[in-house]
């Protein structure tokens, strides 16, 4: 039996290993927008080097390898909650993990210095570890979305492992001074230490998938939005755009499509710099944001065109929503280079009680509102090619 197990550590600590090495080759073409990778290859390497040491207890001595082997392992079940805040992007305090550490270290040094107890041992490192796990657990099930099946899996293999941790800590107690360590032939402690081994490969293959799903979603992000607003991407808008015309044609309803154009844009980039015209479109998307409807869509036509659709309204509720986006980005100021600076937008509307429920001529006529708005001075709402609602003096 004490090869078997001395085989099973072996094989725990290259596998570990190997797994390791394998998320850090991934972590290198991965976006950084996927966190939490690099910490998950060191906590394998934390337990590989972890359970070496333990499988060493015959070479060296135990008050040097009990000690540091369990910090070791219980480091890696630490850094696994750090690759997981990380992951889920959520902050957390480093301080409680070390003297987490320090106290796991200290008990073990204790119960195998002043008072040799494997009992005591396997019930202070099981119900640390245990305790971590759970913790780890429990933040990746906050963390799931409804379809996250990854990051659901992951969180129960990590139950798994702390559900095996606590039977062994449990087994061990109830033999009182009878039990005997993995390598004293006990079959017991060989299954509980072998589930675990493969638990653990099971949780990093659950991270990697995670990290697969999130590359998935990351990916589908930016086919869908614009990099720098964060709004639809005109393919995107013009989907969806074309889906809410088609439940409007279904109901019988109305609707209206809202063309916007930043006033003066070229200057504010030849003035200020880019990194000024990105900040504007930004502070514009923002404004817009908070006026808008849960229904209504919004997306990035050009450069700095964007356009918004608006279901369910009538074209006197387009013109109001568009009057009162225009006011808002006049007074809004903008922190370019230290300094406030304002901008204004010229609108154009069109609505389907005129063009009908076809998108090509909504906007076609959105956008010839759009250039009457410019004509006529800029900072302008244009319901119709020929009626314009100015800034100032409301319809006329």
Same mark, same amino acid.
């Given at each position: ?11 725990a ?22 966190k939490g990778?690099?910490a ?20 060296l001595?135990?008050l ?7 910090t ?31 106290? &796991?270290? =200290? ?5 195998? *210095?002043?008072?040799? /107890?494997?009992?005591? $041992?396997?019930? @202070? #490192? ?6 971590v796990?759970? &913790?780890? =657990?429990?933040?990746?099930l906050?963390? *799931?979305?409804?379809? /996250?099946?990854?990051? $659901?899996f992951? @969180? #129960?293999v990590v ?5 095996v ?21 006990d079959?017991?402690q ?6 675990y ?6 949780s990093?293959f ?42 409007a ?23 200020f ?6 900040e504007v ?5 923002t ?5 808008l ?7 990035r ?14 074209r ?8 009162r ?9 903008v ?5 406030a ?7 154009g ?18 956008d ?15 319901s ?13």
């Open positions: 039996m004490s090869l078997d197990a001395r085989t099973l550590v072996l094989f600590t290259l596998i570990g290993i190997v797994l390791a090495v394998t998320m850090l080759v991934l972590r290198r073409g991965l976006p950084l927008s996927v990778v690099s998950w290859a060191v906590a394998m390497l934390l337990q590989a080097g972890g359970t070496l040491a333990v499988g060493l207890r015959s070479v001595p135990d040097m390898l009990l000690p540091l082997g369990n070791l392992v219980v480091a890696g079940y630490v850094m696994q909650y750090v690759a997981v805040m990380r992951y889920l992007e959520r902050p957390y305090r480093k301080g409680p993990l070390w003297a987490l550490l320090a106290v &796991v270290y =200290a008990s073990t040094f204790w119960f195998t *210095a002043a008072e040799d /107890s494997f009992p005591a $041992r396997t019930a @202070a #490192f099981g119900g640390v570890c245990a305790s796990l759970c &913790v780890v =657990a429990y933040e990746l906050r963390g *799931a979305s409804q379809r /996250s099946v990854a990051t $659901r992951t @969180a #129960f139950i798994a492992i702390a559900l941790m606590m039977a062994r800590t449990a087994y061990t107690l109830s033999l009182g001074r009878e039990a005997r360590t993995l390598f004293s032939g079959p017991m060989f299954a509980f230490v072998a589930s081994v493969a638990l653990g490969i099971g990093a659950g991270f990697m998938l995670m990290i697969a799903e999130k590359l998935r979603s990351e990916l589908a992000r930016l086919a869908t939005l614009d990099p720098l607003t964060g709004v639809y991407n005109r393919r995107t808008f013009g989907d969806l755009a074309g889906r809410e015309i088609s439940r044609s279904r109901l019988g309803t109305e609707l209206a499509v809202v063309m916007i154009d930043i006033d003066h844009f070229k200057s504010v980039n030849d003035r710099g880019h990194a000024a015209g990105d479109l930004r502070e514009f998307v404004i817009a944001r908070r006026g409807r849960r229904p209504d869509l919004i997306g036509y050009g450069g700095e065109e964007f356009c918004i659709l608006l279901p369910d309204t009538s006197l509720e387009a013109v109001h929503v568009a009057q986006l225009r006011a808002t980005v006049e007074h809004a100021e922190a370019v280079h230290g300094a600076t304002r901008f204004t937008v010229s609108v509307i069109a609505h389907s009680d005129r063009t009908g429920l076809e998108l090509d001529a909504l906007l076609r006529e959105a010839l509102a759009l250039y009457r708005a410019k004509a006529l001075g800029r900072n302008q709402v244009v119709e090619p020929s009626t314009p609602w100015l800034a100032h003096s409301g319809a006329t």
